[in-house]
């Protein structure tokens, strides 16, 4: 993984953790959206004083664990980097005037597991992130999308993202 890929996907996650704590401060300042169909599917302030699926959980219990699960996430995202980098420097292609591909242009090509894991360990960390501001300050998580009969938040989807692509990059290891 090379650093401008790096910085680029942060940057895109940076915007995903910017749009759901500006989205969070409307909910939070009784900002309201019409249902955008029906009564499936809109904006609906909630908020949550569970865990996922509202699930009764201790806000101090919820706030620790948070903090043992992100140094977990961040060590796993500080050893890959290092073991990107070992397999890059071992794998390492000269790039020559003709070669449209190497693994220093376009290193997801060759390290797609790699890249995979790096993307869904960040939409995890930020996802958390964003939830983990909230219990602290507001000692409840701000939920607003209306989906059927969920109400959910960015950081939410960010989580279950980065849990699917968590998944598939674990797939794709395994057919190695």
Not at 27 to 33: E, K, L, T
Not at 36 to 59: D, E, M, T
Not at 65 to 94: D, F, M
Request: net charge positive; hydrophobic share 50%.
């Amino acid at each position: 993984m090379r650093a401008p890929f790096c910085a680029a996907w942060l940057v895109g996650d940076g915007l995903f953790l910017l749009a759901d704590r500006l989205l969070k401060f409307w909910a939070n300042s009784g900002g309201s959206a019409p249902r955008l169909v029906g009564r499936w599917l809109g904006w609906q302030p909630f908020f949550n004083q569970g865990v996922a699926f509202s699930l009764p959980v201790p806000n101090g219990v919820t706030i620790v664990l948070t903090v043992v699960i992100l140094g977990v996430l961040i060590g796993k995202v500080w050893q890959l980097g290092k073991a990107a980098r070992r397999e890059t420097s071992v794998n390492r292609q000269p790039t020559t005037a003709n070669s449209k591909v190497s693994s220093q242009s376009f290193p997801c090509l060759l390290l797609t597991d790699y890249c995979l894991l790096f993307i869904a360990y960040c939409l995890i960390i930020t996802g958390a992130l964003s939830n983990f501001y909230d219990r602290i300050f507001y000692q409840h998580t701000v939920d607003y999308l209306l989906v059927f009969t969920g109400v959910f938040n960015l950081a939410d989807v960010m989580i279950v993202m980065g849990g699917i692509l968590y998944l598939k990059s674990q797939r794709l290891r395994l057919k190695d």
